[in-house]
Structures are given as C-alpha cells and as structure tokens.
C-alpha cells in the first residue's frame, strides 16, 4: 500500500462534493485541507486519476503524487487528522 497526495481545483460544489465522496472511499483517507488529501492504496497514480476524474470537466484540475519520506504541516483539521500524516506519510 503507498500512500499519495491527491490535489484538486474544482470549482462546482456538486463536482467537488462528488470527488470527496471517492477519496472517502479509499480504505484510508485524510483530509490535509479542503483542496488536498492524502489516500492510501495499492492503485497507479493513474489508476487513481482515471477513477477520480469521472464527472470532472476540463475547466477542474487533478494532481495526484506519492507521499515522500518527509513532510511538515501547520494548523490541520485537527488532532486526529494530525496523527494520521505522522503515522502515513
């Protein structure tokens, strides 16, 4: 299983709605903040453009990319979302 970063600009609140809903259903996932999440999964980083992009538009972007050996953030969605980077990235 590799963990990777999944960044997106997607500007319609159905389309954005609808791509948090497949992140979430990842076996794990974590919100880092509103636009940028971290999942874990044995799929290709296009493996996981093509099943995320479903319902996207040209006009949105998607970047996917596999978490390095080190990382630093400030402020998360909180505690729990805090220690679940420490422990997958």
């Known amino acids: 299983m590799t963990t990777y970063i999944v960044t997106f600009e997607v500007n319609d609140t159905d389309r954005r709605v609808e791509l948090k809903e497949k992140l979430q259903s990842y076996k794990s996932y974590c919100p ?13 980083p296009a493996q996981i453009i093509d099943y ?38």
């Open 32 to 44: 880092i903040h509103d636009n940028c999440w971290a999942i874990i999964t044995d799929q290709k």
């Open 52 to 89: 995320l992009k479903g319902g996207l538009v040209d006009q949105d972007r998607l970047f996917v990319v596999r978490s390095g050996t080190h990382a630093a953030w400030w402020n998360t969605y909180g505690e729990k979302n805090s220690e679940w980077l420490k422990e997958n990235l």
